[in-house]
């Protein structure tokens, strides 16, 4: 087990990953190094070893900062209150995906950073998605039969929505088009 780190160096390394986000988007997983990305971050090299082992590592941590985000992402869109259930999931959906395209999906790079995440995290995006299915899944036990399974219908299609859209509007619109399966609680 590692120790916590103190409030200075968690916040240098929240500092660190958010940059080194932006250094994967703009060069890619294969193209960075940790001396690319150490510059990148504006920090030594002995400096950016200091917080991870090697560019996995930097990697990993980058993208457990996106799947928080994710998460974070989707249930402020559930816990608005505003709106149906059907117009909450709606956003909750858009704006995951809203994240990942303005995060990833815009890079040239894209193909290659979802490659890495697969690999290099997919038991953590494997459990981002049970959170946000189980916080999907609690909305609509509200107005579904069957809220799990809804949930994970709605995630998954949306999901493959996403993958499939030449651009984030067909993408936003393909969504809420898929989310009138949730029945209407003409709440709001």
């Not at 994970?152 to 936003?172: K, V, Y």
């Amino acid at each position: 087990m590692t120790e916590p780190l103190s409030p200075l160096r968690s916040g240098r390394r929240d500092r660190i990953v958010a940059l080194a986000q932006q250094a994967f988007v703009q060069s890619g997983f294969r193209a960075a190094s940790m001396e690319g990305l150490a510059q990148a971050v504006g920090v030594s090299k002995a400096t950016l070893y200091s917080y991870f082992p090697d560019k996995d590592a930097v990697f990993a941590a980058v993208a457990d900062h996106v799947a928080a985000r994710l998460i974070g992402a989707v249930e402020a869109a559930l816990a608005e209150g505003i709106g149906t259930a059907r117009q909450r999931v709606a956003a909750a959906l858009t704006d995951k995906h809203r994240l990942v395209h303005d995060l990833v999906r815009q890079s040239p790079h894209a193909a290659e950073l979802f490659a890495a995440k697969t690999r290099l995290r997919s038991d953590q995006f494997g459990e981002t998605d049970r959170v946000i299915e189980a916080a999907l899944a609690n909305v609509l036990g509200q107005v579904a039969g069957n809220p799990q399974e809804l949930a994970a219908l709605l995630l998954s299609a949306s999901q493959g929505i996403a993958n499939a859209a030449q651009d984030f509007q067909t993408a936003e619109d393909r969504i809420v088009q898929l989310c009138m399966l949730v029945p209407d609680d003409n709440a709001g």
